[in-house]
């Protein structure tokens, strides 16, 4: 059952854009006024009121939609150029009636690449979205538009994945190790949510101003339903908003030049599978990528849970794709330095950008698309007679399906109208999946707003 906020203040204004927003035409701004089918308005209406409620501890898109249900925002267009008119939004995106800036910049970040991407990528002939070179050709000039790509700097980026509903402990271990990347000049990207994902930038940010780093990078990578759930946390200093949940997994593969994953739920052991899934495929055996699996002490149990399941899944060999570290930061951070450093003269011999990781393999099944429906998830091939790779593929999908069960507006919806996700499987991958998915629930890691988890899906 979905939890309804109290209402809250509110703050009616209208502002002007900050940061990376152009002009637009006047069929841009009609686009995003629309509230037809092919209309931008809701798209809009719900990131903004995300990035705008980004003081709220409520991870449930639902929630937020109906605590603000008189929200809206229009776009203004003026000879100077365009302003945002904003009706009941709330009150903590603003300090004595002024907006925060740093808000402002994501709002205009969202505005950028929503009439981007319908303009240029899904209402354009020019990128074949069902092949996969287009599809990586899409996700880099998104990228570009948004001004992430630096050709002028050395490899430094670090993606870090993990849970925001974690404990305090696991949190301020993500700060920590956020802080020994920072002091040994390395960035962070992470899904620019809270928990794991605000964590390391805090830390980063901390140590680059001790080493007087003042172009410190804290990039956050989201897509509508998750950026609609998970509001960018304040750290970001660039913002991009991919047009699905592939596309920005893609999108962190290519730009990161290493991973680390902190504990998590489903959506965490998506990323995983997406990410070791790439790795497994034949053409990739040979690119460095180096990727860490760490938390406190405390979170051994969880790791040993991901571990054998990967074992299971996927076979003895994976473990050569990842290196698992509890209760070291110092540790985790020079282990990623090294591996940066290799992946800097591995790209140097072989004349690849650094910004840009062209040579990467992506599978076709890893790209596509998945619209999580009760048909399609039911549908899903868990068994072990298939490639490893796509195995991985179809295991990620399953965990993504029940990721939009949990937070995203649509899938809790279709959860409310036709009950729980259905997933089969053969026995005993059935076995190896139900226990993985009991741990998270037994350590706290699926649960919404403080409540118990109501689980999303059913195992047959």
């Given at each position: ?15 002007s ?8 035409s006047q069929h841009?701004?009609?686009r995003?006024?629309s509230t037809?089918?092919?209309g931008?308005h809701?798209?809009?209406r ?5 990035v705008?409620?980004?003081g709220?501890p409520?991870?449930d ?6 605590a ?10 003026q000879?100077?150029?365009?302003r ?11 300090v004595?009636g ?11 970040s969202?505005?950028?690449d929503?009439?981007y991407v319908?303009n240029?990528i ?8 069902t092949?996969?070179e ?24 670090v993606?870090?994945?993990g849970?925001h509903?974690i404990?305090?402990?696991?949190y ?9 990347l ?5 960035d962070i990207?992470t ?26 990078r ?5 897509e ?14 660039e913002?991009?908003?991919?047009p ?13 030049h290493?991973i ?7 959506g965490?052991a998506?990323?995983?599978?997406y ?5 497994l ?8 990528f180096p ?18 399941f990967l074992v299971?899944?996927l076979?003895e ?10 209760g ?8 990623m ?5 290799q ?9 690849d950008?650094?910004y ?16 999580p429906?009760h048909?399609?998830m039911r549908a899903?091939?868990?068994h072990?007679?298939?490639p490893?790779?796509?195995?991985a593929a ?5 965990f993504?399906?029940?990721v939009a069960g949990?937070?995203k507006e649509?899938?809790?919806r279709?959860?409310?109208a ?5 997933l089969?499987a053969?026995?005993a991958l059935m076995?190896?999946l ?7 629930v037994?350590?706290?890691?699926m649960?919404?707003d ?7 899906y059913v195992?047959?």
């Amino acid at each position: 059952m979905t939890q309804t906020p109290a209402p809250r203040a509110t703050i009616s204004s209208i502002i002007s854009p900050e940061g990376s927003l152009e002009v637009l035409s006047q069929h841009e701004v009609n686009r995003l006024k629309s509230t037809s089918k092919s209309g931008l308005h809701d798209l809009l209406r719900r990131c903004a009121l995300a990035v705008l409620n980004c003081g709220s501890p409520t991870d449930d898109s639902l929630a937020i939609l109906e605590a603000y249900k008189d929200f809206d925002i229009e776009v203004l267009q003026q000879d100077r150029g365009i302003r945002l008119k904003l009706t009941n939004a709330p009150a903590e995106a603003f300090v004595d009636g002024r907006m925060i800036r740093g808000i402002r910049e994501h709002l205009s970040s969202i505005i950028r690449d929503i009439v981007y991407v319908y303009n240029e990528i899904q209402q354009h002939n020019r990128f074949d979205l069902t092949t996969g070179e287009g599809t990586t050709n899409a996700v880099f000039h998104i990228l570009r538009k948004a001004g992430t790509l630096k050709p002028g700097r050395d490899p430094s980026l670090v993606v870090c994945w993990g849970g925001h509903s974690i404990s305090r402990e696991e949190y301020e271990y993500t700060k920590d190790v956020g802080y020994h990347l920072g002091l040994r000049d390395l960035d962070i990207c992470t899904g620019c949510g809270p928990g794991a994902m605000k964590g390391p930038m805090k830390g980063a940010n901390v140590a680059h101003a001790k080493q007087r780093r003042k172009d410190g990078r804290y990039l956050g990578i989201s897509e509508p339903g998750i950026i609609a759930a998970e509001a960018p946390n304040p750290i970001v200093n660039e913002l991009v908003v991919m047009p699905d949940i592939e596309k920005r997994l893609e999108a962190f593969v290519r730009l990161g030049h290493g991973i680390i994953v902190f504990p998590g739920g489903v959506g965490t052991a998506e990323e995983i599978l997406y990410l070791l899934g790439i790795l497994l495929h034949p053409s990739n055996k040979e690119i460095p990528f180096p990727l860490v699996f760490t938390g406190p002490t405390s979170s051994a149990a969880y790791f040993q849970k991901i571990d054998e399941f990967l074992v299971y899944t996927l076979g003895e060999e994976i473990r050569r794709y990842y290196t698992i570290i509890t209760g070291d930061p110092v540790a985790v951070a020079r282990k990623m330095r090294e591996g940066i450093d290799q992946i800097a003269d591995f790209r140097r011999r072989h004349q690849d950008a650094f910004y840009y990781n062209w040579r990467l393999t992506i599978a076709r099944e890893f790209q596509a698309p998945f619209e999580p429906t009760h048909d399609a998830m039911r549908a899903l091939a868990l068994h072990r007679q298939q490639p490893t790779h796509e195995l991985a593929a179809n295991l990620r999908r399953a965990f993504s399906g029940i990721v939009a069960g949990n937070v995203k507006e649509p899938g809790i919806r279709a959860i409310e109208a036709h009950g729980p996700f259905v997933l089969t499987a053969e026995p005993a991958l059935m076995e190896r999946l139900d226990a993985l998915l009991s741990s998270f629930v037994a350590q706290g890691r699926m649960k919404l707003d403080g409540q118990p988890y109501t689980p999303c899906y059913v195992l047959k």
